[in-house]
């Protein structure tokens, strides 16, 4: 039996196989809303176009790593133990910066309520359709594979700007469908490029404190989350997040905490192990 040949550029062709997959299911979710499916209908293909990236993985795997177990590198994703002050301090950091956003908002909104849920049901509804469709579906592509395919190569810090610029890009049909044109699409644009840069650092830098996925999928489950609740104009409030995040990552680029993120000990990691160059 021949065995398949390894790919050369694995990330590349992992960045491009999920566009590949991600644009055709999310014309169809655009679709489904268009012919007035049920809501219900509309979040599933929502979700699904979301995993795009979890699917292309799933294809090439056996091509980027020949002779491993899919299952056992998932599982390998999260065999090591949370940290507690990791959780704790990357939660904290968010929780701050929602906070900031709701003092923003009540200050200048003129809307009656700052939050855009009205009761503990839809808050919790929105909580896990939200964590379905963006966090468990993205991470393991994104961050377990991606990102450390790219310390390999590059410090951690340059790897997540290299990703961070390809994740973004890759939400760019997203950005079409928000009903902004001109100078508010451009804008929207820009803001939700700096947010997604400064998150994807913000992760790489706890990620490989703790290389544990869970922190990754916290970090971007309560990006989402906390965004969606807040009621408030969209170009608005990702500028509010694009400049909190962005203080948030050049703070942690200039602690360099334990020196994951660059310096003379760059932390490259193969196999879920530290090696310093």
């Known amino acids: ?3 398949e040949k390894k790919l050369n550029k694995p990330v590349a062709s992992f960045i491009l196989l999920t566009n ?7 014309l169809l979710v655009g679709a489904i809303r268009m012919l007035g499916f049920p809501a219900w209908v509309f979040d599933i293909m929502l979700c699904i176009s979301a995993w795009s990236s979890t699917f292309a993985f799933g294809v090439l795997f056996k091509r980027i790593y020949p002779g491993q177990s899919f299952i056992q590198f998932v599982k390998d994703k999260f065999k090591n133990k949370l940290k507690f002050s990791v959780l704790f301090t990357v939660s904290m950091i968010q ?11 009540s200050n200048n909104s003129e809307v009656d309520s700052i939050f855009t849920k009205s009761s503990w049901g ?27 395919e790219l310390q ?3 410090s951690p810090l340059k790897a997540a700007i290299i990703l961070g610029f390809w994740w973004g890009m890759w939400h760019l049909p997203i950005w079409f469908t928000t009903g902004y044109t001109g100078i508010d699409l451009i804008k929207y644009m820009l803001f939700f490029m700096i947010s997604i840069l400064s998150t994807t650092i913000i992760i790489a830098a706890f990620y490989n404190l703790n290389q544990n996925l869970i922190i990754s999928i916290v970090i971007h489950q309560s990006f989402n989350f906390f965004i969606g609740i807040i009621n408030e104009n969209l170009v608005d409030l990702i500028m509010y997040n694009a400049f909190l995040y962005l203080a948030a990552a050049v703070l942690l680029i200039v602690i ?7 310096g003379k000990e760059d932390t490259n990691i193969n196999n879920g192990k530290h090696y310093m160059s």
């Open 1 to 3: 039996m021949n065995r």
């Open 20 to 26: 590949i997959i991600f644009w055709p299911l999310f």
């Open 95 to 105: 929780v701050f910066i929602f906070l900031l956003i709701l003092f923003f908002v």
């Open 122 to 148: 839809m808050l919790i509804y929105f909580f896990f359709k939200n964590l379905l469709s963006g966090p468990l579906g993205e991470e393991l592509g994104w961050r377990g594979f991606a990102q450390i």
């Open 152 to 154: 390999k190569k590059y």
């Open 256 to 262: 360099n905490p334990k020196k994951v993120l660059y």
